[in-house]
């Protein structure tokens, strides 16, 4: 069994930190579980570019508000508490932080290693550890 406390992996090098949001990983790839579990906050007012090419994702609105937009039909959905996204089909997006930071619980898969960050597409690299892990 593998136990966690929030406030560690805040002052760990499992926290990453952006201009747009900050991703406290709570799971990782080298846990074996063959997704990984982050809790994220996206601050208020900022728009992020993101196209997980090599990964999918299952996002769950704990607080704050904000809206994500799919650039292929410019549909645009709110974001509030309670709210689920899955991005199923490595949808290209736009995630908007709206009046206030907006905390999220999101799983991946294949997990992440713990720093990875959005390249210039907006999407996480995918290397062989985490594909080993599933």
Not at 13 to 24: H, L, P, Q, Y
Request: hydrophobic share 35%; glycine share 8%.
């Amino acid at each position: 069994m593998i136990v966690r406390q929030l406030k560690d992996v805040e002052n760990s090098e499992r926290m990453v930190k952006t201009d747009n949001w900050t991703s406290a990983r709570l799971s990782l790839a080298d846990d074996g579980m063959g997704f990984s579990f982050h809790l994220t906050t996206i601050f208020a007012g900022t728009e992020t570019p993101i196209h997980y090419k090599n990964h999918l994702e299952t996002v769950f609105c704990i607080s704050g508000d904000g809206e994500i937009e799919t650039v292929a039909d410019g549909k645009v959905y709110k974001i509030e508490p309670g709210t689920v996204y899955i991005l199923d089909k490595n949808d290209k997006h736009l995630l908007r932080g709206g009046s206030e930071d907006m905390k999220l619980a999101c799983a991946f898969n294949p997990p992440l290693n713990g720093r990875e960050v959005h390249d210039k597409d907006g999407a996480y690299a995918l290397d062989a550890a985490s594909l080993e892990s599933q």
